[in-house]
C-alpha cells in the first residue's frame, strides 16, 4: 500500500515512520517538505506520489489545510484520508470533501510519554484502521489510565533527559 505522512518530523509522524507495518510504500514528508496550508503544495505532492492512503499527522489547526489533504486524496481514485483531528472545523471539512473515503480520529493530548495519547499508542491506532478499509467516519482513541498536563509534561521532559 502507497502511504503519505504529514508532519513526519512531529511526535506523530515520527511514531508513524518508526512503526509502519512491512510491505508500506512510505512517502513520509516533513513541513519543510509539504506546506499542509498550501494547496499547490498539497496537490502537488498528492498527484505524483498518488498514494492510496493519506495519514495527515499535522498538528495544524486551520481547517483549510484539512480542506486541502481531502480534496488532494479525492483527486487520486480510491485513496483514503486518515486524520487527526485539531479542531471541530476541520473534521467536517474533511468528511465534507471524502466522505466515506476519511475517518477522523479524535484523542486526547499527543505526548511523546504518558498515558493520555502516547504517540505510538496513537500511531499503531492509525496503521490499525488503515489496514481496515471498512472503518469511516469519525473514531475516538485514548490510552488507559489519565494524566494531568502538569504531570504529562514532566514526563515529557524526564523523558528526553
Not at 510504500?25 to 519543510?32: C, Y
Not at 481514485?77 to 479524535?106: F, I, M, N, Q
Amino acid at each position: 500500500m502507497k502511504v503519505l505522512i504529514t508532519a513526519a518530523c512531529g511526535m506523530l509522524g515520527h511514531a508513524l515512520v518508526r512503526g509502519a507495518p512491512p510491505r508500506i510504500d512510505l512517502r513520509a514528508l516533513t513541513r519543510a517538505e509539504l506546506d499542509i496550508a498550501d494547496r499547490g503544495d498539497v496537490c502537488a505532492a498528492v498527484a505524483v506520489f498518488q498514494p492510496e492512503l493519506i495519514i495527515n499527522a499535522a498538528a495544524y489547526t486551520h481547517a483549510h489545510a484539512s480542506r486541502f489533504m481531502a480534496q488532494a486524496a479525492r483527486s487520486v481514485p480510491g485513496c483514503r484520508l486518515l486524520h487527526v483531528s485539531t479542531k471541530k472545523a476541520g473534521e467536517k471539512a474533511v468528511l465534507a470533501a471524502l466522505g466515506e473515503r476519511a475517518v477522523v480520529l479524535r484523542t486526547a493530548g499527543v505526548y511523546q510519554y504518558g498515558t493520555s495519547a502516547a504517540a505510538d499508542s496513537i500511531a499503531g491506532a492509525l496503521w490499525a484502521i488503515a489496514g481496515r478499509p471498512g472503518i469511516r467516519g469519525i473514531v475516538h482513541f485514548s490510552d488507559d489510565g489519565e494524566a494531568a498536563w502538569q504531570g504529562a509534561a514532566a514526563r515529557a521532559a524526564g523523558a528526553g533527559a
